[in-house]
């Protein structure tokens, strides 16, 4: 089944304690992203990535991090997480040509205390 | 990045009546996408319209994309509860790569 995986789907943590938040798709797609979700600010993208070693800055990179080593997998890491971080992220993923459909993963609903 | 703008931000409807939602910007665009999200879900696609003025019917669904690629619409003829949801729309500009959402319409079906 094509899917994207992220875990954990819930976290509950302290400020200043680093954490990852892994992705995984198994659709051998080019393009991987990160989106934060906030009440009435809609889906914001974070950081993206178009291929193995190529990554970029989204609207709102700050405080994250993010790797891709591998086309399947990108994790994004916090390394001092704040609670202004406390939000709903997605990862997702496309194939690179014009008009294809974002694949989604199910969230990861973070809490920093 | 492009000003999106989506309305209403929450609409609240009785079964059976129909609505119209709106995703504008200032910006064209290649083509243009809608997603329903659902609660404790990721976002799916709906459909990407892609010529100006193009009109695309999914169902009860029907999406428009305006003449000038810088807007779209979203009209659901006699509402059911299982549309309710977070209406997303997604423009896509040239090559560009960064993507970007509107701030979505939060729509609820009441039976």
């Known amino acids: 089944e094509a899917q994207v995986t992220q875990n954990p789907r819930y976290l509950i943590t302290v400020t200043g304690k680093k954490l990852t938040v892994t992705c995984s798709q198994n659709?051998?797609?080019?393009?991987m992203s990160w989106y934060r979700q906030d009440p009435g600010l809609g889906l914001r993208q974070i950081y993206y990535?178009?291929?193995?070693?190529?990554?970029d800055k989204g609207d709102v990179p700050e405080g994250y991090k993010v790797s891709r080593k591998e086309k399947r997998n990108f994790p994004l890491i916090l390394e001092s997480p704040s609670p202004n971080q406390t939000s709903l992220y997605f990862c997702?993923?496309?194939?690179?040509?014009?008009?294809?459909?974002?694949?989604f993963g199910p969230g990861t609903r973070l809490t920093v205390l | 990045t492009q000003l999106l703008e989506q309305s209403p931000q929450f609409l609240s409807i009785q079964e059976g009546e129909n609505l119209t939602v709106y995703c504008n910007s200032s910006?064209?665009?290649?083509?243009l996408q809608w997603y329903r999200q659902e609660p404790g879900e990721g976002p799916v696609l709906l459909v990407t319209?892609?010529?100006?003025?193009e009109v695309k019917k999914l169902k009860r669904l029907t999406f428009q994309f305006g003449d000038a690629r810088k807007d779209s619409s979203l009209h659901i003829t006699a509402a059911q509860p299982g549309d309710t949801g977070l209406y997303l729309c997604?423009?896509?500009?040239?090559?560009?790569?960064?993507?970007?959402f509107g701030s979505g319409t939060q729509l609820t079906v009441l039976p």
């Open positions: 997702a993923s496309l194939r690179l040509r014009s008009y294809n459909e974002q694949f």
């Open positions: 659709m051998n797609h080019e393009y």
């Open positions: 990535s178009m291929n193995v070693e190529v990554t």
């Open positions: 910006s064209v665009f290649s083509s």
């Open positions: 319209v892609v010529t100006g003025g």
């Open positions: 997604a423009p896509i500009s040239g090559s560009a790569r960064q993507l970007t």
